[in-house]
């Protein structure tokens, strides 16, 4: 059984970063491709970004490019997602997800274990 946990969510002002980590146990994490995903108050979970198994390989949202940094530490089973420049329309509830593969993936069904999520409230 895997399971996920999200932390580092919070209130932060329009400019500002936050560095979000998911903390992963099982011993298969570095199998598999990582991805943080997003849900504001009514409406879908979006993509964010997602990473490789070995970490060498990122894609990110055109929304976050330039803004936002996922990386992976395999030793520690953590992967971590580094947001500047945070904007209003960056709030919502942010997911950690494991992949099915070990490829880069951008879509909710490629993902198959989840974390609970961790909020992130940007006000302006």
């Known amino acids: 059984q895997v399971q996920l946990v999200e932390s580092g969510g919070g209130l932060v002002q329009a400019g500002g970063s936050l560095r979000l980590s998911c903390a992963a146990s099982g011993r298969t994490f570095s199998s598999y491709a990582m991805g943080w995903f997003r849900q504001a108050p009514g409406k879908e979970r979006d993509f964010v970004a997602a990473?490789?198994?070995?970490?060498?390989?990122?894609d990110y949202a055109d929304s976050v490019k330039g803004r936002i940094t996922i990386s992976r530490d395999n030793a520690k089973g953590t992967v971590y997602l580094q947001m500047n420049s945070l904007k209003p329309e960056d709030t919502a509830v942010y997911y950690c997800?494991?992949?099915?593969?070990?490829?880069?993936?951008?879509?909710?069904?490629?993902?198959?274990?989840w974390g609970r999520g961790t909020q992130v409230t940007v006000s302006s």
């Open positions: 997800a494991r992949s099915v593969k070990s490829t880069v993936q951008r879509t909710t069904d490629n993902y198959n274990y």
């Open positions: 990473i490789n198994w070995s970490g060498t390989v990122t």
